[in-house]
Every structure is written in structure tokens, then in C-alpha cells.
């Protein structure tokens, strides 16, 4: 089976960067994923793809050395079952409030007997090769979104659920619950530390930890606190900030 890159990169404790795709379109998926990422999410959550347009996402991602990874829109049964089959290589759940919620997950996205997964990985196999029932398992990435006051507070009991390889840190939402709106998240210390927190509690358990940041420098910054997986932008951020820079130097000559 293809190995996944993230966790070999998390095997040499080292961090993964990561694209994120909003817009259902397998041309920026794929321009993304050429950039020299060492992952690409393609966000069903927030982002306009579905579960009927993911397979062309993927297979758009599948030209280039990025890793495949879908943030789930809700992380249901049916939902994981689909996107694992169509071909990803790294689930990111949302909302995960309670380690009941985080096992009911790792079992949707797991084999038997870890968990309750049907068999029919139709181009997923085109896609990882010979030996997907006996790698698949230990070869795809769950993670559990940690971005509520309730998920917060029952972050030990999450991170202790079996086969949940990593959280992964929601800064707006997490802002929202402490009662911040969504922003520079350096602006607020209550929240970097919370954040601290998360990144401390899961490394004395060997899980990792991914975070979404504003841009570069963010991204930077967290790399050098420790987390392990770090996202510098989505693809409708990172226009806007250019064109906002271009039409700033046009105006300004």
C-alpha cells in the first residue's frame, strides 16, 4: 500500500504542511497539491465539495505528491465510509465534543476488528495499491476536531480513545467558545493557551496535533511551537490576500 507521507514525516518528528481546498474545483486541488505541500484537505464542512464531486477532487490530487485528507461536513458512518473509499488518506472529524464521539469515528473509518467498516474501497485501491484490507488501518490518518468549550474539556478523554491518531486545533469555533470572535489568534491569551494546552496533553500521549493558521508567518509559528501538522491558508484566502496586495500596489503607483 502507498505509504502516507504525513505519518512518515510525524515518524521523524517533523511537521507537515498543509493545503486546504474551499472551492470544489479539481483544478485548484491539483495546482495545490503541486506547490510543494506535503498534504491537501479538501473541506466538505465549509468548502462547496460533496460527497458526489469528491472522487474527481481526489483524483485531481492524485497527479501530485501531495497526501490526501477530507474535513468531514459531519463525520457520520455513512459519510467516513464514502470518503475513505473514494480515496483519502486522512480523515479530519469536526465537532469532536466527547470520546464517545471520537471512538464512534475511528470505528466508521476502521476495519474489523478495530472497528465496523464495510469493504469496498473502489478507487481507493486504484489509488494506494496491493494491500489496502491489511495496511489501511495503520496507514490512514483520524483526526478529531477540537474546537469547543466541551471538546476542550474532555480533551483527555478523547485523546485516550484507541486508533485516534491526532486532534486537530478549530482556532475560530474555539475562539467563538471562549467568547472571542474569530481572529488573529495570538490576540488572545486565553485561547493560545488553551491551545498550549491541547498541544501539551497530546504530545505526552503521542498524538499529534494539526492547526489551521491565518497565513504563513501563523503557520511558521506554530511549526516552531511544536505542532505537527499546520495549514498556512485555504485556496480563497490566499487569492484574496494576493489580489488584495496587487490591487494595493496598482492604487498606490
Given at each position: 500500500m502507498r505509504p502516507n507521507s504525513v505519518k512518515l514525516l510525524w515518524s521523524q518528528n517533523k511537521?507537515?504542511?498543509?493545503?486546504?481546498?474551499?472551492c470544489d474545483s479539481p483544478l485548484i486541488a491539483e495546482t495545490m497539491g503541486q506547490s510543494g505541500l506535503?498534504?491537501?484537505?479538501?473541506?466538505?464542512?465549509?468548502?462547496m465539495t460533496d460527497l458526489q464531486s469528491l472522487p474527481a477532487m481526489l483524483t485531481a490530487l492524485a497527479t501530485t505528491a501531495a497526501t490526501p485528507f477530507v474535513r468531514l461536513a459531519s463525520g457520520a458512518p455513512a459519510e467516513v465510509m464514502k470518503a475513505l473509499d473514494a480515496g483519502t488518506y486522512g480523515l479530519i472529524c469536526p465537532l469532536v465534543n466527547t470520546?464517545?464521539?471520537?471512538?464512534?469515528?475511528?470505528a466508521s473509518a476502521s476495519y474489523p476488528p478495530r472497528g465496523g467498516r464495510s469493504?469496498?474501497?473502489f478507487r481507493a485501491k486504484y489509488y494506494a495499491g496491493d494491500g489496502y484490507l491489511e495496511?489501511?488501518?495503520?496507514?490512514?490518518?483520524?483526526?478529531?476536531?477540537?474546537?469547543?468549550s466541551e471538546g476542550f474539556q474532555n480533551l483527555e478523554a478523547?485523546?485516550?480513545?484507541?486508533?485516534?491518531?491526532?486532534?486537530?486545533?478549530?482556532?475560530?469555533?474555539?475562539?467563538l467558545n471562549f467568547g472571542y470572535p474569530p481572529g488573529p489568534e495570538q490576540a488572545y491569551e486565553p485561547l493560545e493557551q488553551a491551545m498550549a494546552t491541547i498541544l501539551e496533553q497530546s504530545h505526552k500521549v503521542d498524538k499529534h496535533v494539526g492547526i489551521f493558521c491565518s497565513n504563513g508567518a501563523g503557520a511558521a509559528l506554530r511549526k516552531s511551537q511544536g505542532f505537527?501538522?499546520?495549514?498556512?491558508?485555504?485556496?480563497?484566502?490566499?487569492?484574496?490576500?494576493?489580489?488584495?496586495?496587487?490591487?494595493?500596489l496598482i492604487n498606490g503607483a
Open positions: 511537521t507537515a504542511s498543509c493545503g486546504w481546498v474551499s506535503d498534504a491537501v484537505v479538501v473541506d466538505m464542512q465549509h468548502g470520546a464517545e464521539q471520537a471512538e464512534a469515528f475511528v469493504f469496498g474501497p495496511h489501511a488501518n495503520d496507514t490512514i490518518v483520524t483526526m478529531a476536531m477540537i474546537e469547543t478523547i485523546l485516550a480513545v484507541e486508533g485516534l491518531d491526532a486532534v486537530f486545533v478549530g482556532p475560530a469555533d474555539l475562539a505537527d501538522l499546520v495549514v498556512p491558508s485555504n485556496d480563497t484566502y490566499a487569492l484574496a490576500r494576493l489580489l488584495n496586495a496587487d490591487i494595493g
